[in-house]
T-cell receptor
Framework: KNQVEQSPQSLIILEGKNCTLQ??????????LRWYKQDTGRGPVSLTIMTFSENTKSNGRYTATLDADTKQSSLHITASQLSDSASYICVVRRTGFQKLVFGTGTRLLVSP | SAVISQKPSRDICQRGTSLTIQCQVDSQVTMMFWYRQQPGQSLTLIAT?????????ESGFVIDKFPISRPNLTFSTLTVSNMSPEDSSIYLCSVEKLAAQRGGTDTQYFGPGTRLTVL
């Protein structure tokens, strides 16, 4: 079954600290994996898109990793800011399919 | 990139009524998508809106309940018909932009969403 699982479900960290969010998937055949940030009351915004051949991709303080062998991805946030408080959604696309497979998201709260 | 606007941004409706949500994109796109996001949950695809043909609905969603129009390459509407409290959700419009270069990655962009509350 094609699924995307994220952990933890929610996370609270202090401002300035780092954190890592996890994504495991069983989607096949794999095309690419995306991380989205969704602020409360807004639509998701793309942070990174990674294909099979990419291991690491950065976008400012966000760094995503992908291990296609173990079907795992992580999103590392460095020096967190209050504005990082949001839901982070891992999304996988299957080759040849239009429909995306969404994870349930990790809700991050950055506390002052 | 793509800039997507939705109207209304939020609404409170009575049971049994219908609401039409509009989605406008700043550039022509082939495929537009409608998603539902229930409180505390991730996104669920309702249907794919194709210009010039009927929308393609996902399992659990039917045209009578969620009729969709796609009159041109920059605009689509989703109607939530005969609403009940279970329809209270955020409804999101999304588009896919094809990769600019061969071998590049297609990117999906989302609108800000329409927050619907049904009493």
């Amino acid at each position: 079954k094609n699924q995307v699982e994220q952990s933890p479900q929610s996370l609270i960290i202090l401002e300035g600290k780092n954190c890592t969010l996890q994504c495991n998937y069983t989607v096949s055949p794999f095309s690419n994996l995306r991380w989205y940030k969704q602020d409360t009351g807004r639509g998701p915004v793309s942070l990174t898109i990674m294909t099979f051949s990419e291991n690491t991709k950065s976008n400012g303080r966000y760094t995503a990793t992908l291990d296609a062998d173990t079907k795992q991805s992580s999103l590392h946030i460095t020096a967190s800011q209050l504005s990082d408080s949001a839901s982070y959604i891992c999304v996988v696309r299957r080759t040849g399919f239009q429909k995306l497979v969404f994870g349930t998201g990790t809700r991050l709260l950055v506390s002052p | 990139s793509a800039v997507i606007s939705q109207k209304p941004s939020r609404d409170i409706c009575q049971r049994g009524t219908s609401l039409t949500i509009q989605c406008q994109v700043d550039s022509q796109v082939t495929m537009m998508f409608w998603y539902r996001q229930q409180p505390g949950q991730s996104l669920t695809l309702i249907a794919t809106a194709n210009q010039g043909s009927e929308a393609t609905y996902e399992s659990g969603f039917v045209i009578d309940k969620f009729p969709i129009s796609r009159p041109n390459l920059t605009f689509s509407t989703l109607t939530v018909s005969n609403m009940s409290p279970e329809d209270s959700s955020i409804y999101l419009c999304s588009v896919e932009k094809l990769a600019a270069q061969r071998g590049g990655t297609d990117t999906q962009y989302f609108g800000p969403g329409t927050r619907l509350t049904v009493l």
